[in-house]
């Protein structure tokens, strides 16, 4: 299991928003770089981003905080947010950018990412952001009507490397993750999925690492990483164990 801390861009700074709304934004550091620099001292090794304006503009919004985080450390990083061609996912991977996430094309451009995933083998991931069980896009500013498991299912054998799944009810709210629905998801699925959206402390950690979350690939944490409700070095140690 990977477990992601997150950093989220508005506006150039490191942020963590409350179920996905932009005005309920707490700024945790003004310098994404640094942000980035202090995981990997933590011991991490994967990092995940998400360019929050870029994901309600359509385009990348954070660029220039993006790339200081590639330039500042080694980790492996996965972006997500407003990613919505071949030329933006071809310009992040010839940055640094080890893996680009897509949400809102893969509802409403599934050929993208069939057609991305084929060229770029391990390098794609599909972010689902579900609210009452429905994807949400833009942002999670609009409503689809297809679950995830509807959408999952379209990327089956398009060579996809994870399915991102993220509660939006849960996100940035300390309430835990969502594991019957993750877990449900990832048993009628053969693509890795990763939770996302709500985890709250060690205690999420242990049950990710029980037997009936094996087929989970990793989880996002976030808001409780920064405020310290998740211990970075107890996290780690665990999940360290658990591989022996």
Request: proline residues 2%; charged residues 25%; aromatic residues 4%.
């Amino acid at each position: 299991m990977i477990l992601f801390p997150a950093i989220d861009l508005k506006e150039g700074l490191a942020v963590r928003l409350q179920q996905g709304d932009m005005a309920r934004a707490t700024v945790f550091h003004r310098d994404p770089a640094a942000q980035a620099h202090v995981f990997e001292t933590q011991g991490f090794e994967h990092l995940h981003v998400v360019d929050l304006d870029g994901a309600f503009a359509g385009k990348s919004m954070n660029g220039a905080a993006v790339e200081r985080i590639l330039k500042t450390v080694s980790m492996c990083v996965q972006l997500g947010g407003g990613i919505r061609d071949v030329a933006a996912i071809e310009g992040w991977l010839a940055k640094g950018v080890n893996r680009v996430i897509i949400g809102t094309a893969a509802v409403r451009n599934p050929a993208l990412v069939k057609e991305a995933a084929r060229n770029f083998p391990k390098k794609i991931a599909v972010g689902l952001d579900a609210r009452d069980g429905k994807v949400a896009v833009e942002g999670w500013a609009e409503t689809s009507e297809l679950s995830a498991l509807d959408i999952a299912r379209r990327f089956e054998d398009a060579g996809v490397a994870a399915i991102i799944y993220t509660d939006v009810a849960r996100d940035g709210m300390l309430k835990g993750l969502n594991l019957d629905a993750t877990i449900e998801l990832a048993e009628a699925i053969s693509i890795p999925v990763i939770a996302s959206g709500g985890l709250a402390s060690i205690d999420d950690i242990k049950a990710m690492l029980e037997p009936r979350a094996k087929k989970l690939a990793g989880a996002i944490a976030g808001r409780a990483l920064y405020d310290g409700r998740l211990d970075a070095a107890a996290a780690l140690k665990l999940i360290k164990q658990a591989k022996r």
